[in-house]
């Protein structure tokens, strides 16, 4: 047997579905189950990282709940893959961060925007604070820009770190793949599997949330997010080129590229989690992982937070209320790349890794 | 939910809703009234994954053409020409459109599952499966209009003369207990879980069978309908029987119980003794057969036995073989005499003669001297752990049905034409499947008689 009741269930899952098979048309869950007989700890996180949550094997499956061979995989291998991420987290110590995230998350997230307020208040005089800045370097008045650059590329690369020595526990446990190879294809049709969601759309007839209808727009919000996420990243390293490439501080006029790409990538950081919470307040419960219910919520509303205020931020930039926006975004924003590896974002990052060693597996047996 | 309808459908599986979609487009008012509750609707269509239509070239799931004059073969091979020539070869035909009509209602196909590879050029696959199919008729059916009720058990047909007149409910629905409605498609299945229907054939026996599908296949239609004077066909003692795993619930256990180990070792009966013959065919006769040999043995049990170097030769199983190291063990643990089983299994070793084995072929692995032979696969059971899987009858349909003609229409005993009462499905499968079974023919009858059936019903009830 496993070391969780939760792998035991996943366990005993695939051995029912391992026998069926019906399924295998929908995702990569279960063409990757139907290349082993038996399930490993590692097995089962890798196909529980793998699962998109869909829905569709729930809707179509003959023996879900109410048969008595109670089938559910969709929620089963969301607690499997919610009690990897803690498995997985480095150091050790910090892995009872997943086990009440939403309140870890957002004690971080209010520490965070309260030091940047307090700090901003402490080293500036109420004048320079309240009032408004306009022109280049007008951000910098507040905070000096080498000072803003070393604490965020400080914080960023702990989580790189952090996600790094994670993923490379779960790497690990997921053992050599069956049959393939680690190479640059796989990647590559990793990145284009992410990129597209191409396992969330339920084998071509569309996903599951609220009920039996295949209405769910879940990808679209993940889409409008997770492309709302990259645009503001790179709103900020363009604008990073610029103060040092060029010279060039920000603020700068709004048709320009940091600019441009920021306000459309702010727009999809805020309707894109608005969508995914509301999906998730409506999703059906027998699918729902209720336990991880705080760490998905605070993983939206951190997205959404840091959405929210970089685009009032640039609405407000040239009024008196400048100075504390900019403490409130730059507080979120450091609170967002902080709690990376302890929370929901590392979900991408196991499911990519999971779609890696998954090309590979397929690559190998059309080789073989 | 009105009153009166023009097309009332009794049954909510495949043939059902085929009928109530082919209805509904022909213009018709459609009631569909399933017996089973909302999750377990459908019947035996819930447990199906494919349909065999005839197709004159490869498709994109399909690996090549397969004609409708092989189609005919095939049916009267399993069926050893119990079938009605005219209605099969009008099936056949029609099954070839039906690969495109099942598409447009919203059903998705997919190229055959892993561990089927034999049925990739006859056989289309749902994609997920029949309860996917199902979900996806139904979604088609109430977006134009259908209705339908579940826990609907209809305990009485009004019919005249042969003519339909209304349906009685079990329980009110919208204040009514009747139905009246100009049409009446009868989809609702045969009778095999009703185990005091089956008793009547099988006697006693009938208590150790295990029902692959739901406990709504009742048949309780069918007995109306033939109380009414339909005209029934079908060799009503007979029913679709595999050897399933003995620890499988007693209904509803679906494809993931089956057992295709048999040809890979021996299997003995309550005594400990071999009763036929392991390694007569390939699958799926193989397959099909041992349901009924298993019925026969007393207690209406056997057991699989082979040892640990053929576990990997076949699908994973729901239930994991029960393992000893020894015969003896192993003996013990399936509460079978152990000096019986070793004896059996020590003369099945010595008369097994040298071969190449390929489970693919009738290969050249035989016994000699042993009663009854294993004519081939024959392999020596000796590497420990010994492995057995305990496996009852597992029955899947009933063959006994309604007589109908071209257009789905019922047929009365004294040999004329129901005015308005038309049938689809395992209900009138004994038509063109007198006996016998291959993979994916349940669901051709049940979408080619069910569109035809919806078709002449709706006609009907226009004119």
Known sequence: MHGTRILDEADRLMTVCNSCRYCEGLCA???????????????????????????????????????????????????????????????????????????????????????????????????????????????????????????????????????????????????????????????????????ELRYLHGGGVGCYNEDDKPTDRRKLFHHLTFYGFLLCFAATSVATLYHYLLGREAPYPWWDLPVVLGTLGGVGLMVGPIGLFV????????????????????FIAMLFLTGLTGMLLLILRETAIMGPLLALHLGAVFALFITMPYGKFVHGIYRFAALVRYAQERRGEAGS | MRSKYDVLVIGGGNAALCAAISAR?????V?????????????????TRNMRCAHDAATEILTGPYTEEEFWEDLLRVTGGQTDEVLARHMIRESKEILNWIMEQGVRWQPSLGGTLSLGRTNSFFLGGGRAML??????????????????????????NGMFLAARLERPINGETEIRATSLVAAAGGFEANIEWLK???????????????????????????????????????????????????????????????????????HAQRFYDEGEDIWPKRYAIWGRLVAAQPDQIAYIIFDSTVVTSFMPTLFPPIAGQTIAELAGKLELDPAALEKTITEFNAAVRPGTFDHTILDDCRTEGITPPKTHWARK???????????RPGITFTYLGTRVNKEARMLMADGKLSANMFAAGEIMAGNVLGKGYAAGMGMTIGSVFGRIAGREAAKHARN
């Open chain 2, 25 to 29: 487009r022909g213009g018709a008012s």
């Open chain 2, 135 to 160: 979900n996806a008729l139904y979604l088609t059916a109430e977006r134009l209009g259908v209705d339908v009720e579940y826990d609907a058990k209809v305990t009485e047909l009004v019919v005249e």
């Open chain 1, 279 to 298: 999906a998730k307040m409506r999703r059906d419960p027998a699918l729902l992982d209720e336990i991880s219910y705080g760490m998905d919520v605070g």
């Open chain 1, 29 to 195: 869950v279960f063409p990757a189950m139907e290349m082993r007989r038996a399930f490993s700890d590692g097995d089962l996180n890798y196909l529980a990282n793998l699962c998109h949550a869909c829905g569709a094997c729930y809707v179509d499956c003959q023996f879900s709940p109410p048969h008595e061979f109670n089938v559910n995989v969709p929620k089963t291998l969301a607690v499997a893959r919610a009690e990897s991420y803690a498995s997985y987290a480095w150091p050790k110590a910090l892995s009872g961060a997943f086990a009440r995230n939403g309140l870890v998350i957002s004690i971080v997230a209010a520490l965070s925007m309260a030091a940047f307020i307090l700090g901003f208040a402490a080293l500036n005089d109420r004048g320079v604070l309240l009032g408004a800045h306009t022109g280049p370097g007008a951000f910098y008045k507040l905070m000096p820009h080498n000072a803003m650059a070393a604490l965020f590329s400080a914080a960023f690369l702990y989580a790189i770190f952090v996600l790094v020595m994670s993923v490379r526990a779960f790497w690990r446990d997921i053992g050599t793949p069956i049959g393939g190879h680690a190479d640059g294809g796989s990647i590559f049709q990793a990145i284009r599997d992410a990129g």
């Open chain 2, 31 to 47: 009631l569909v009234l399933e017996g089973a509750p909302k999750f377990y609707r459908g019947g035996n269509t819930r447990h």
């Open chain 2, 200 to 270: 009547r054939y099988w006697g006693e026996a009938a208590d150790n069978f295990l029902i692959r599908g739901t406990p709504y296949n009742r048949g309780s239609i069918l007995k109306m309908l033939l109380d009414k004077g339909v005209q029934e066909v079908g060799d009503p003692t007979q029913c679709h029987a595999v050897a399933i795993d003995a620890r499988a619930p007693k209904f509803d256990g679906g494809i993931i119980t089956r057992h295709d180990s048999v040809v890979f070792g021996i299997v003995v009966n309550k």
């Open chain 2, 381 to 391: 059971i000796e590497t420990p752990p010994y492995l057995a899987y305990p496996v």
